[in-house]
Nanobody, 126 residues
């Protein structure tokens, strides 16, 4: 049974940093595409970053490149999202998501992600 458990969210001041973690279980991480999405109240879900867990190839939302970094630790079955220079507009619930990679060597934010976690709240104050 695929399980994704996010952690690491919380309140932070603008300009600060947070590292979100997504602990995975129930599947072999290197066979999957992993991604982070976020959703603010009243807004649509937005793709943040994705990574092919085996190759390490990544994809980012254009607006977030340079501030956010996705990574994975296959030995720990964990995916991370390092967020730097946070802004109030980054306030949202952040979700981890997974999808089988099959024969693909890259994973982008546009592919359908089958599994999702419960989310972790990030609140950035000015």
């Amino acid at each position: 049974q695929v399980q994704l458990v996010e952690s690491g969210g919380g309140p932070v001041q603008a300009g600060g940093s947070l590292r979100l973690s997504c602990a995975t279980s129930g599947f072999t991480l290197i066979n999957y595409c992993m991604a982070w999405f976020r959703q603010a109240p009243g807004q649509e879900r937005e793709g943040v970053a994705s990574i092919h867990a085996r190759t390490g190839n990544t994809d980012y939302a254009d607006s977030l490149k340079g501030r956010f970094t996705i990574s994975r630790d296959s030995a720990e079955n964990t995916v991370y999202l390092q967020m730097n220079n946070l802004k109030p507009e980054d306030t949202a619930m952040y979700y981890c998501a997974a999808a089988r990679a099959y024969g693909d060597n890259t994973c982008n934010l546009r592919r359908p992600y089958t599994y999702g976690g419960q989310g972790t709240q990030v609140t950035v104050s000015s």
